[in-house]
């Protein structure tokens, strides 16, 4: 690989945020000062290859320091991390958080999505639009930040040294700071008998780590030691446990197969890039109770032979990364990661990664190709991630939720988790319940509690209901007379729905369904990450389509749109190459074929015209 | 003429394509097995000489028991498979990804491409005249070829054969997200800025003309290019002693683009600049008045040996496995 850069030169700003993260250039090879001795020898090779997965953290660091990404400061990681420009430029241009063009040092990121957008975010964009201008430089309209509790939500980012953040929920109209509430504000459970995975969660202090085991912190791991890693595999087989992340593969036999790879490095990923919208369970988890993350990927990498743990954390949640990384630091420090945790001999230790502003990477092979330093793009499968995972190497990816589980399961038997729920369906289960409700937050149920008795439990619907989305963007639409679905993954399915990653958003009537689905298809369209064309083209059309019967008066040709919807999502369903694109159209369909909107309303002779 | 290098027998697999049994060699692709049993897959994205990226999905098959199609340029061929290449499911996404890519991008260049629509029965104008699309001007930033990439269907063959797959030059990526997503240089500077080097690798592999030699570019927009008039001649490259093989396309005894048999073990398609645009010096038209003269050039009235109209400059062009 023979670098070529043109003459732009990073400023001394930059290059200190740089070298900030990788220490000062050794040579003149990688942009330090260049003297007589560099031309005796020249670096490249593997060795000075192999720290491409340091990219994305060295664009965070000019990005933080300095807002923007200027061509100096991309030539500049390029040069001490030996990667072609035009590649790093790619993977800059990917991630949204990130910014190549010159821009105010702060900036404010005003939630747009699902959720915020069933409590007035509409307005609150029109506030803010008034008061800072037109959309694009020191704001911008932003994906879900998953802070839907607390909704209409936005978050400030101000770069500098050290950079700032801000999360305003629910945004206040002179867009003034407040102080954000304590973790637990989104659990309105906190406190109660009975709850399992959110049962320190506004109990524990979340920056001690005597306060977690004082609260039965590590007895879990003590435990798997003596149970030895397949005697953990085990039971986590034996409790059902089944993902969380929306797949619902079986845990244990996603572990039962990587432990068995012959292959090593074994890595274990923990996916904590929630970005579906509507989703906010896992950042309260990390806020509220960080080390039992930290515990729970312990006993993974213990029962699955991983010494390297990837914690990937969407780069929305700022005060999750904190407390995360200062419970990591302490866990260090005690013991409780290293080489011999403790003093039995295993080594473990987990590395944050942030993402910067991208859906697809909570995708599991995309996830990958993030970490290593690469354009968020899935990967075809097969190979699965077990076999050939993070860079090459048999992987264990699973979703902060699943993680949170297995301390218990293993503190009480997987006998006894397994009665707990409903069929196949055991354990209990976290809902983000937000919407039209009086209460909105994390909700743990058992599985098979019914969806009316959830909205019960969140203080009902606040309105006359309309519709719930369960699943989120990538999820479906249920009508006010199927309220009594078991939330089971085989409940939902006899219906048609999903659970996926456990939203649960409610719409009152005063809610404009239309521009609901204009907002996920405008997710998806945003969020495809281009590679396939199903996809990619196909969200593009389906918003068009959906924009045109939006249009008012009606348009004569609506059934021809929906028919031409009703192609692509079958072909978006059926050949694109990830579940972004293969669910893009999920939740449309629900509410044309559930919903009926489209199918008659707004024009009287339409009704006239249609059979019934 | 090639040679194929031996290579340690493999066991044969068994499967079924369209209810036809078919053994493939172990590692074999669906596409390998569909060959085998004579059904024409289309492909876009696929290249002989890369590893499948499988992102342009015109070749899904119906696999059984699997939950989605699957892409038979990619996907293993594995003993018992039962592949349908021509099911409701599989024809229904690949007429609606080829309605997705007209609709979208320019296929005027794209081989066989309206073909397969008519076979398809796709109707890219369906969504109407606002439909999204890539159309922009060409770049044309150097002399030697042309990224129109109003015609690009964004395959990655260009960036796979630029960076680690062949030249490891890396001059070119994916930048951007979605359907925003373009092939582009760093801060989409002109390639003349780039690390391009020019040695057309890229324009070898683009399944669609968006990558095309400058030559037939002009030739195009003249209404000159003509591919029933060329010829094509493969022949040994004479700058170095490697001993690449080219094929020169000729048009008019002229040579308009110059390319390499893929399965040529020196290349395997790909050449370096001197091979690929190196070629002027072969046709150059002489000078007005030629310095030195005998007197037999002067006694000749079909005049110099060296002008146009002769058939030495080209000669090494003349057609033979056309």
Known sequence: MDLRFRDAEPSAEERAAVDALLGPPPTGWEGGPRTEEDLRFAAGGHAARDRRDL????????????????????????????????????????????????????????????????????????????????????WQPSPCLGLCERAPAALALEAGDPPKTAVHGPLAPDLTEREEPPAEHAVPQAGQAGLVLLRRVGAVDPASLDDYRAQGGYAALRHAFRLGPAGVIRE??????????????????????????????????????????????????????????VEAMTIAAYATGCRTGYLYIRGEYPR????????????????????????????FDIEIRRGAGAYICGEETAIFNSIEGYRGEPRSKPPFPVEKGLFGKPTVVNNVETLVNVPPILLG??????????????????????????????????FGATLRELL?????????????????????????????????????????????????????????????LLRIAEFFRDESCGQCVPCRVGTVRQEEALHRLNRRPAPIDAAADLALLREVGRAMRDASICGLGQTAWNAVESAVDRLGVFSSPSPSSSREASPS | MSTVPLQPPRRLIEITVDGEEVRVPEGATVLD?????????????????????????????????????????????????????????????????????????????????????????????????????????PKVDNDLYVRDYA????????????????????????????????????????????????????????????????????????????????????????????????????????????????????????????????????????????????????????????????????????????
Request: hydrophobic share 40%.
């Open chain 1, 413 to 446: 038997g997987a006998p006894a988790y397994a009665a707990t729920g409903a069929g196949g369906s055991t354990g209990t289960k976290l809902f983000c319940v937000s919407g039209a409700v009086a209460r909105p937050g994390v909700y743990e149920v058992p």
């Open chain 2, 33 to 137: 097995a569909c060959a085998a049993a004579g059904k024409d897959v289309p492909t876009l994205c696929y290249g002989d000489t890369l590893t499948p990226k499988n992102a342009c999905r015109v070749c899904v098959v119906e696999v059984e028991g699997s939950r989605t199609l699957a892409p038979a340029c990619s996907r293993r061929a594995e003993p018992g498979m039962a592949v349908g290449t021509a099911t409701e499911r599989a024809r229904h996404s690949r007429k609606v990804v080829l309605e997705l890519l007209a609709s979208s991008t320019d296929l005027s260049t794209t081989p066989r491409a309206a073909e397969w629509i008519a076979e398809y029965g796709a109707r890219p104008e369906r969504f109407g005249p606002d439909a999204a699309s890539v159309a922009q001007p």
């Open chain 1, 320 to 347: 999750a990364v904190r407390r995360m990384s200062h419970a990591v630091a302490v866990a260090r420090s005690r013991g409780l990661l290293g080489d011999d945790i403790l003093g039995r001999g295993f080594a």
């Open chain 2, 151 to 322: 015609k690009c269907i964004l395959c990655y063959k260009c960036v796979d054969a630029c960076g680690d797959q062949w030249q490891n030059t890396f001059a070119i990526a994916v930048a951007g997200r979605g359907f925003d997503a373009t092939i582009s240089t760093e801060h989409d500077a002109p390639l003349t800025d780039s690390a391009c080097v020019y040695c057309g690798n890229c324009v070898e592999v683009c399944p669609t003309g968006a990558l095309s030699f400058k030559t037939e570019f002009d030739m195009r927009a003249a209404g000159e290019w003509d591919e029933s008039r060329q010829s094509r001649t493969t022949t040994i490259c004479s700058y170095c002693g490697v001993g690449c093989n080219l094929t020169l396309h000729v048009q008019d005894n002229r040579i308009v683009k110059v390319g390499s048999p893929h399965d040529n073990p020196v290349t395997h398609g790909n050449l370096c600049i001197k091979g690929r645009f190196g070629y002027q010096h072969v046709q150059n038209v002489p000078r007005a008045e030629p310095t030195v003269l005998s007197s037999a050039d002067l006694l000749d009235p079909a005049g110099p040996a060296w002008g146009p109209s002769s058939a030495s400059s080209a000669g090494g062009a003349a057609p033979s496995d056309g």
């Open chain 1, 236 to 293: 986590v087989l034996d409790s059902g446990l089944v993902g969380r992340g929306g797949a619902a593969f079986p845990t244990g036999r996603k572990w039962e197969a990587a432990a068995r790879q012959p292959d090593h490095p074994h890595y274990l990923v923990c996916n904590a890039d929630e970005s579906e919208p509507g989703t906010f369970k896992d950042r309260v988890i990390m806020e509220g109770d960080p080390y039992a993350l």
């Open chain 1, 55 to 138: 990219l994305l953290p060295a664009l965070h660091a000019v990005n933080d320091r300095v807002g923007w990404i200027s061509e100096g400061a991309l030539d500049y990681v390029c040069r001490r991390l030996t990667v072609p420009p035009a590649e790093a430029y790619g993977v800059a241009t990917f991630y949204s958080l990130f910014s190549l063009k010159p821009r105010p040092a702060r900036v404010l990121h005003v939630c747009t999505d699902l959720a915020c957008q069933a409590r007035g975010a509409g307005a609150v964009r029109r506030t803010v639009e008034e008061t800072l201008g037109p959309p694009g430089m020191s």
């Open chain 1, 456 to 516: 019960d439990l969140a203080g009902g619907a606040s309105g006359t209901l309309r519709a719930v989305l369960l699943g989120g963007a990538a999820g479906s639409f249920v009508r006010p007379d199927e309220l009594d679905v078991p939330l089971t993954f085989e409940g939902t399915r006899a219906i048609g729905a999903t659970l996926g990653s456990g939203v649960v958003l409610a719409l009152d009537e005063s809610v404009d369904l239309a521009g609901i």
